[in-house]
């Protein structure tokens, strides 16, 4: 693979290990898919726990850290299998491997800690890149081509939806003069420009960078995050066992909500009007949500791993014979 010689530099912390190895359970055995492999550091903590006749299926959509993550695991080589690819298209690619069910499934969602410190990638705003921001490098889109060539209002949308950024007008409306007179070609630029449009005001209250969450906004529309996350969500459902579970970690509540609607959907399907005396609409339930509430990580992993800190982990268990004692709801205070 070409991105091998990369594979020393490719870094991710895992968040909420212990976390997801209990929720999943690998030691049952069978299939486990860990559809956003990164650098594999979820994939060996489950890969340990995996009894021998078990298999863990890697998918990601980034060739770097397809490459790293397959020389990390390589002591597993024949219990893993990684595969280039979109967690999206789940049911099609393990399908491609003959695989028709998993018993088992993480999904870790977001940007990895490599795709932010690397600088080449265009992700961060903190050092001088061209805009990137492609977790698939063979893909077309990249952030350039939003910032340049999106319509002015199509920015507004994008800054207002997936960055929940309160001054989305004045943004869109400084960078379409700014690329009228010359395309706006690297990260620190739009940064710069994007801090620049936000009154000064409410500029020094952030505690954080000003353009932070429209870096967000850029990077979720450039990699499609968000649009088909929830029919992925109920994909990866569908593809469980009975008995099977899915653990989902997201990093912002737009990210969440989705899962967390698509998890409630699938304990209480139901369509009928809640006045109803009964259900008519015969649909039943398909999944048991194992996490009352999102568990977050701890206070020391938090101290440890400042980007655990916004994370919230959701899980949820296919509805079916043979649950036996993975029917339990996860406590939290085990967390």
Partial sequence: MENAAKTVDFHHVPIMVREVTELLEPDRGGVFVDGTLGGGGHSEAILKLLPETGRLIGIDRDETALAAASARLAPFRDRFTAIHGNFFHMKPLLLQK???AADGILLDLGVSSYQLDEPSRGFSYKAEAPLDMRMDQTAALTAADVVNGYPEKELVRIFRDYGE??????IARRIAERRAQAPIRTTTELADLIAGAIPSKFRHKEQQHPARRCFQAIRIEVNG???????????????????GRIVVLTFHSLEDRIVKTAFKTAENPCVCPPRSPQCVCGRTPYGKILTKHPLTACEAEQQQNSRSACCKL??????????GKAGNTYREGRA
Avoid: M, N, T
């Fill in 98 to 100: 003959g695989i028709a």
């Fill in 225 to 243: 995050e968000l649009q088909g996350l929830r029919e992925a969500i109920d994909q990866c459902i569908d593809l469980l066992s009975p008995g």
């Fill in 314 to 323: 959701r899980a949820l268990q296919k509805v079916g014979p043979g649950i």
């Fill in 165 to 170: 950024e309160r001054f989305s007008p004045l």
